[in-house]
């Protein structure tokens, strides 16, 4: 018996010498998992060499061994055989160890089960390239589905073409399309491109050089396409065997710079427009841009200018003065402060100024000049829109001219103006009215009901049905009734008016005369014809002059929101790393620059047909579109800003306007409502249309920062009022807006609570 167990113990001996000196990793471990021996190799997979684990148990070596592997060693223990391919086992200090075994029983010289003996293999540095290699192929799918890149290979054996699944995207064909050499050729859309991509492909096998074409192709369905292929032959000892590379669909690319060419172009047109002057500066002053209108205008050349002269040249000193004057107190700074420099602040002022031609002959002009600043903040110079008003300004003075002839006229004649707004009830009297009903001190509040209480008690009903009537049937007449002066005197007087309505036929105001009859009787009609006349030539002039400047505002004001886009566009582009985001802002340039190439366009038709009544150039006005229209110019900031803008326009979808300033009204309520949001939340934007009282309404209602009204509601809409410090403030979008709202007959209103939002409400 101890002889047996001599030799016994003899085996496991020779066993344990034979495990720790194999060159694999593997261990003998006894049915109590306490190791008997260990291979180097084992030692070394798991960092053990500086440890002596013979007579130590496995699991407190292995700590992290959890009880799902410590039940399958049990399971060995009685027989089982655990073997595993590859699993990843995390060691204790974190890092993970993908490994492969083999877990068996060995049995002892009476054949029972001694304990286990554990084979494995450390794959750690086998499965990251694995990995690798995964992650590689996966990044190189997703870059070809962004980039739209496919793969191609010719077998110059077989001549056997192998196409990748881009491939199939890009031509636009079947799954199950086999290409061929001339099959794929036969898409390209002209033949000396074909002619030229067979000699490529032989002079790459007989020389070994590389392809690199761009051409224009035709889909299968019909679609044409621009691509770029490259290309190259691979050769075993000299001889080639195969041909592969890539093609990538760069219609994309090639649209875009198309529109931006056509872009550049038309912004060139606008430059080079010859009724307008376009001027710009540098940081210093120097004139670096002078136009063909500025030419026209100012008699100098653009050689005589550039990078030479200086603004001042045809500036009135004494107004340059006054501009930084005014300037400075704008935006709130001491005008003695030497160290402050007005030119680094978002200037964007019009005024008129007086310019000075060669000749010293001087002219008065509408300019605007806005600041051109860096992302910093710096001054890079200055841009001058200006247009000769001359003839408007002649026409204005004449205006004036006739305006005192006719007051001087209404005194003689005892007769005065007024203008009665029936849908707000507010009454709008001349000077010489006050006059003639014995009126002394200021003008005051006016509206029907204080006009009625001054009419003589026995002509009251008379005066109330003729009023009704008028409004009814839309023709005023002629009216004549007693009054109560405010002096208590009875006089009698005779009215003349015409009724307006708007484009829905509603009654909407009433304009007219107020002659004094009590003791003549004077050749009314004649004045009356003649007043009415001027009346029509004062109002066409003031809104010739009104439109000019509003034109104006609109070329430099609507035109920085999608230049200011872009910039915001490029810059998001430029700080983007990956390849998807990149693309998808690149998409945006699309829509931004068919918004401006609009834009553009209306410009200059603009610039090419007469100022013309607004009412005159109405049109169906898709409000969704509209809106779709203002998001896109504007997806800059609110992509920068996370701004949530929403329409509901199911009550009122459209409606009959001038688009130009319909647009603008969008475009700078929500781009206003983008610009003073709050610090603390992401701005949200909600347009509105309804019908109330057989009117049209729409709201903008945001979440910003909110206008204290009771402090600035006086001056809301003024021009150049700004609420809020915001470097883009200019105080000329609520002016704008109110204006166009106005100039269509309409009224625009605002309520707001500060640090809760804004709401504005337009009723057309």
């Not at 002892?108 to 304990?115: K, S, V």
């Not at 003639?436 to 200021?442: A, C, I, K, N």
Request: proline share 2%; aromatic share 8%; hydrophobic share 40%.
């Amino acid at each position: 018996m101890s002889h047996y167990r001599n030799n016994t113990e003899l085996l496991e001996k020779h066993h344990q010498i034979f495990i720790e000196q194999t060159p694999t990793a593997i261990a003998m471990l006894d049915t109590n998992m306490v190791y008997l021996a260990a291979s180097q190799r084992w030692l070394k997979d798991f960092k053990l060499e500086d440890e002596t684990i013979v007579g130590r148990s496995h699991y407190d070596i292995f700590p992290e061994i959890g009880d799902d592997w410590k039940t399958k060693n049990q399971e060995c223990l009685k027989g089982a055989i655990d073997i595993c391919d590859e699993a990843p086992f995390t060691r204790a200090d974190g890092s993970i160890q993908w490994i492969y075994w083999d877990v068996r029983p060995w049995y002892n010289a009476n054949g029972e089960i001694g304990g286990l003996l554990m084979h494995t293999g450390d794959i750690t540095d086998q499965k990251e390239k694995e990995l690798e290699r995964k992650r590689v192929e996966s990044i190189l799918n997703d870059t070809s589905e962004i980039a739209r890149i496919s793969t191609w290979e010719i077998n110059l054996s077989t001549q056997e073409l192998l196409w990748n699944k881009m491939a199939y995207k890009i031509y636009e064909v079947a799954d199950d399309f086999r290409p061929t050499v001339d099959g794929a050729l036969e898409f390209f859309k002209y033949d000396e491109d074909k002619q030229a991509a067979k000699i490529a492909i032989q002079n790459a096998i007989d020389y070994g050089s590389t392809v690199d074409m761009d051409v224009e192709m035709l889909t299968a369905k019909g679609n044409t396409i621009w691509a770029k292929i490259l290309g190259k032959v691979e050769s075993i000892s000299g001889v080639p065997i195969r041909f592969y590379g890539i093609l990538q669909d760069v219609s994309s690319i090639r649209l875009t710079e198309q529109r931006l060419n056509k872009a550049d172009s038309e912004l060139e047109a606008i430059f080079n427009s010859k009724s307008t002057a376009i001027i710009t500066t540098d940081k210093n002053g120097i004139i670096n841009r002078f136009n063909s209108g500025a030419e026209k205008l100012l008699g100098y050349t653009a050689a005589e200018m550039i990078g030479l002269q200086k603004p001042e040249i045809y500036l009135s000193a004494e107004e340059l003065d006054q501009f930084k004057k005014d300037i400075i107190i704008e935006f709130g700074k001491d005008a003695t402060d030497i160290n402050y420099n007005y030119r680094n602040e978002n200037i964007n002022d019009t005024r008129q100024w007086t310019y000075k031609r060669k000749n010293g002959t001087t002219f008065p002009v509408l300019s605007t000049i806005t600041a051109v600043n860096n992302k910093k903040g710096i001054n890079e110079g200055f841009i001058a829109v200006a247009t000769d008003i001359s003839k408007i300004k002649e026409v204005k003075d004449e205006l004036h001219r006739k305006n005192d002839l006719l007051n001087l006229g209404e005194k003689i004649s005892l007769m005065g103006n007024w203008q009665w707004n029936i849908v707000e009830d507010i009454a709008i009297w001349s000077e010489n009215l006050y006059a003639l009903l014995d009126h002394v001190g200021e003008p005051f509040k006016l509206d029907f009901t204080t006009y009625l209480q001054m009419v003589h008690d026995d002509d009251k009903e008379n005066v109330l049905l003729h009023f009704e009537k008028a409004q009814e049937i839309q023709v005023f007449g002629k009216l004549t009734h007693r009054i109560i002066t405010f002096a208590g005197n009875v006089k009698t007087i005779q009215i003349l008016a015409s009724v307006l309505s708007n484009d829905k036929g509603e009654t909407v105001e009433m304009i007219g005369t107020c002659q004094d009859v009590t003791e003549s009787k004077i050749a009314e009609q004649k004045l009356i014809d003649a007043k009415e006349e001027l009346e029509i030539v004062a109002q066409k002039l003031s809104y010739q002059n009104k439109q000019l400047a509003d034109f104006t505002h609109i070329t430099s004001h609507n035109l920085r929101a999608p230049v200011a886009n872009l910039n915001s566009l490029m810059e998001i582009y430029k700080l983007l790393d990956d390849d998807e985001e990149r693309l998808d802002i690149f998409g945006k340039f699309d829509t931004v620059i068919d918004r401006l190439t609009l834009t553009l366009n209306t410009l200059i038709e603009a610039l090419k047909t007469k100022i013309s009544d607004a009412q005159e150039e109405l049109e169906n006005v898709d409000l969704n579109e509209i809106l779709e229209n203002t998001t896109q110019t504007l997806s800059g900031v609110i992509l920068t800003s996370n701004a949530i803008v929403k329409g509901d326009f199911t009550e009122v979808s459209n409606i009959t306007y001038n688009r130009i300033y319909m647009e603008s009204i969008f475009l700078n309520l929500i781009g206003n409502a983008i610009k003073y949001k709050a610090k603390d939340r992401a701005p949200e934007i909600i347009v509105n249309s309804k019908v109330k009282n057989g009117r049209n309404i729409i709201t903008f209602k945001d979440n910003g920062l909110g206008i204290d009204l009771e402090k600035h509601g006086h001056k809301l809409f003024g021009l150049n009022k700004v609420f809020h410090r915001h470097p883009d403030a200019k105080g000329v979008g609520l002016f704008l807006t109110k204006t166009q709202v106005e100039a269509m007959g309409g009224t625009i209103t605002a309520t707001s609570e500060v640090n809760v939002g804004t709401t504005f409400t337009i009723i057309f």
